[in-house]
């Protein structure tokens, strides 16, 4: 697969991010549902700590992604929701450092919602992945 970032403007890229990815020659596709800092057992983790949460939220997406022989680098782009979005800004260098590890930029949303599906969760983040 052929992977192009698209980016007009060059302001997203400091955050960690694209624009666009264009992609051509892509043999799988993966669409990951929303991966939240939840257990093994789907047991919300780490009440009210957002820098902890957004962490393993990053490690269930990459067990997603490893169940489906892919990794973040395989990433083209991402839907983050968060109940809290000054606490998750102030946190988004871990998505900057997981995927700047992975040498990926994807395309990205960040929505704030006013919950989501179990009180204690405060982010939550969907991936679409391709190779």
């Keep these: 697969?052929?992977?192009?970032?698209?980016?007009?403007?060059?302001?997203?890229?400091?955050?960690?991010?694209?624009?666009?990815?264009?992609?051509?020659?892509?043999?799988?596709?993966?669409?990951?549902?929303?991966?939240?800092?939840?257990?093994?057992?789907?047991?919300?983790?780490?009440?009210?700590?957002?820098?902890?949460?957004?962490?393993?939220?990053?490690?269930?997406?990459?067990?997603?992604?490893?169940?489906?022989?892919?990794?973040?680098?395989?990433?083209l782009r991402l839907a983050v929701y968060t109940t809290d979005l000054d606490a998750a800004l102030r946190n988004f260098d871990l998505l900057g450092i997981r995927f700047g590890q992975a040498g990926c930029t994807p395309a990205m949303t960040l929505v704030e919602v006013s919950r989501l599906a179990l009180p204690p969760l405060l982010i939550e983040i969907e991936a679409t992945a391709a190779d």
């Design 1 to 75: 697969m052929t992977r192009t970032a698209v980016n007009p403007w060059d302001w997203s890229l400091k955050l960690g991010y694209s624009q666009a990815i264009r992609t051509e020659g892509a043999r799988r596709h993966l669409f990951c549902a929303g991966q939240t800092a939840v257990d093994a057992s789907g047991a919300p983790q780490h009440p009210g700590d957002m820098r902890s949460q957004i962490g393993l939220a990053l490690d269930n997406l990459q067990a997603v992604l490893a169940a489906a022989e892919m990794d973040l680098g395989h990433v």
